[in-house]
């Protein structure tokens, strides 16, 4: 019978394995073996300064998104001096560490150069200036960016088109040829438009429909969208998540969450720290029953660095890490919900 007592002992290794390597392996590790990218909004400035920030970094995801650097005002605050010094540095790091790069963003409404908004330009000459931006950013970057957000936050939340200067110098025009544009100078990445409020069913995810719909009907090169799924314990889930990224999976395209974070009324406390982990798990159990979901980035992953307070006063701890650094129920459910089967997944 000594046979039989080996086999109890190899199987008791062999489980005492799996436990140990799933218990302290990583989000990338975990994410690797569903075959989907787990990815983080990045400042640039921590990424610098912050050793800590660097390690976790690279330990944890594998793509990175630029939480600022690539957006117009901050490449090009004077006209017609771009510099992607920043944006080069965090490709920099992410080759390093065999990291995908999401750009973000080319077209959007905010954080736009001041000499643009306020130039008093025409809209031929606008529309000419974004040509030229989208041409100059897309082709420094070529052949090192995996996904693009195109255009960012084309909808009010009732649906409607958002009246930016992008949509009054060209109508809902606009996103396809940014689209094309971006292909022109770069046909390997993949082309995103992105927005926020869109995860469940509903008004603005409609309207979102109807334009992927569209643009995929024209043959415009549209790869994917993205989901923001900035959400608050203050509201319900999107319970409808789930159909919803299946609806824009099913025209063809890739789907993505591209900046998870779930702020709460300060001061947090454990019951929501637990509420969050709830939310955070959903959601990454939605990208994960859908095959065309691609990749689930979260908006940072400390609160120290977390664009909540400042963006939302009186509510914060939005992200996976306290700011003492240390990990929260948060962090733990999203590495059991990559750990578990799919058959778990809801
Ligand atoms: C935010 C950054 O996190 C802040 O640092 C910045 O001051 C404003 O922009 N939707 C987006 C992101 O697509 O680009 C925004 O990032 C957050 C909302």
């Not at 963003?105 to 000499?115: G, S």
């Not at 995103?192 to 569209?214: C, F, H, Q, R």
């Not at 120290?304 to 700011?323: K, M, N, R």
Request: proline share 5%; aromatic share 12%; net charge negative.
């Amino acid at each position: 019978m000594r046979w039989f007592a080996w086999l109890i002992i190899i199987t008791y290794l062999l489980g005492a394995r799996h436990v140990m390597a799933t218990s302290d392996a990583s989000l990338r590790s975990l994410a690797d073996a569903r075959d989907k990218l787990v990815g983080t909004a990045v400042n640039t400035t921590a990424l610098t300064n912050d050793a800590r920030y660097r390690d976790f970094l690279a330990r944890e995801f594998s793509s990175v998104t630029p939480e600022n650097v690539m957006k117009w005002q901050l490449v090009e605050p004077e006209q017609g001096t771009p510099d992607y010094t920043s944006g080069d540095q965090l490709v920099a790091f992410a080759r390093a560490n065999n990291q995908a790069v999401r750009g973000h963003t080319l077209v959007w409404h905010n954080q736009l150069p001041e000499w643009l908004t306020s130039g008093g330009f025409t809209s031929s000459q606008l529309t000419d200036m974004l040509h030229a931006h989208i041409t100059d950013e897309v082709s420094h970057f070529a052949g090192e960016i995996s996904a693009w957000d195109v255009v960012n936050e084309p909808f009010n939340d009732d649906g409607t088109w958002r009246n930016s200067i992008w949509y009054q110098a060209m109508g809902p025009d606009y996103v396809a040829l940014a689209l094309q544009w971006a292909y022109d100078a770069d046909p390997a990445a993949r082309l995103y438009v992105n927005d926020y409020n869109t995860e469940p069913l509903g008004a603005k995810s409609d309207a979102m429909y109807a334009l992927a719909s569209d643009l995929v009907a024209r043959g415009v090169p549209l790869n994917g969208v993205g989901f923001q799924a900035h959400l608050g314990l203050q509201s319900r889930f999107p319970d409808t998540l789930t159909p919803n990224l299946q609806r824009f999976a099913d025209l063809g395209l890739d789907v993505a969450i591209t900046e998870a974070d779930i702020r709460m009324p300060l001061p947090a406390d454990s019951d929501k720290y637990v509420q969050q982990a709830g939310y955070f798990q959903r959601l990454l159990q939605s990208c994960l029953v859908v095959e065309r979901c691609v990749s689930f980035t979260v908006w940072g992953f400390d609160d120290t660095h977390s664009w909540v307070p400042g963006a939302f006063p009186g509510q914060g701890a939005a992200t996976l890490l306290d700011a003492a650094f240390d990990p929260k129920p948060a962090y733990f459910a999203l590495r059991d919900a990559l750990a578990a089967g799919s058959a778990t997944a809801k």
